[in-house]
């Protein structure tokens, strides 16, 4: 079954240290993998995907995703962190499913809690 | 641009009671439309999914239906809602092909008493 999983319910970091949210998936053929935040009571909004290319991905508010097909992970990172990056982050992936190819499964979220 | 509309903010009905949610997507034309459930504040669970006017596919058996009669209005139903329905639904929608990006509306917060 595709899938995807963000093994971390939570990530406390201090503001102004770098930042990991870990992501691995499941898929059968190549992966269009995504992340996206959501803020208090808010829809989810976009951050970066992979599609190909480049392993290193780079998206909104200087957040990037490495992509590693041996370890199926795509872990989003940021190398200095901020107060207001505090969020819930999800993890999805693109799932092939009759005729509608943008059919995204998200991961269960994880809270990031940036303290200043 | 593009924009989605959804509403209402925040919802509260007694159980056994109907429902009915709505969502626009303005600026583009034959999306895709999606509705998304998220329950206790996590995880998001694709309820339905529409390629078309009328074409609704159902992922989970459930209390819950979805109509398309325009083809950029996307509503969910319910004749008689259960305590279990309650949550944050969320409207999506993405155009086919352009690497699948989704971009969602604000959320309904629907409680169910």
């Known amino acids: 079954a595709q899938s995807v999983a963000q093994p971390e319910d939570q990530v406390n970091v201090a503001e102004g240290n770098p930042l990991t949210v870990k992501c691995t998936y499941s898929v059968s053929g190549n992966p269009y993998l995504f992340w996206y935040v959501q803020y208090p009571n808010r829809g989810l909004q976009f951050l970066l995907k992979y599609i190909t290319g480049d392993n290193l991905v780079k998206g909104s508010y200087g957040f990037e995703a490495e992509f590693n097909k041996s370890q199926t992970s795509f872990h989003l990172k940021k190398p200095s962190a901020l107060v207001s990056d505090s969020a819930l982050y999800f993890c999805?992936?693109?799932?092939?499913?009759?005729?509608?190819?943008?059919?995204?499964?998200f991961g269960t979220g994880t809270l990031l809690a940036v303290q200043p | 641009s593009q924009t989605i509309h959804q509403w209402p903010a925040t919802l509260v009905q007694p159980v056994g009671s109907p429902l009915s949610l709505e969502c626009t997507v303005e600026?583009?034309?034959?999306?895709?439309l999606y509705w998304y459930r998220q329950a206790a504040g996590r995880g998001l669970q694709l309820l339905f999914y529409s390629v078309g006017i009328g074409q609704i596919s159902s992922e989970v058996p459930q209390n819950l239906s979805a109509s398309r009669p325009q083809d950029r209005q996307f509503i969910l139903s319910s004749k008689k809602l259960l305590l279990s329905d309650s949550g944050f639904y969320l409207c999506?929608?993405?155009?086919?092909?352009?690497?699948?990006?989704?971009?969602f509306g604000s959320g309904t917060q629907l409680s169910v008493l």
């Open positions: 600026g583009t034309s034959n999306p895709n």
């Open positions: 999805a992936v693109r799932v092939l499913y009759g005729g509608a190819t943008n059919k995204l499964i």
């Open positions: 999506a929608w993405s155009v086919f092909g352009a690497n699948e990006k989704l971009f």
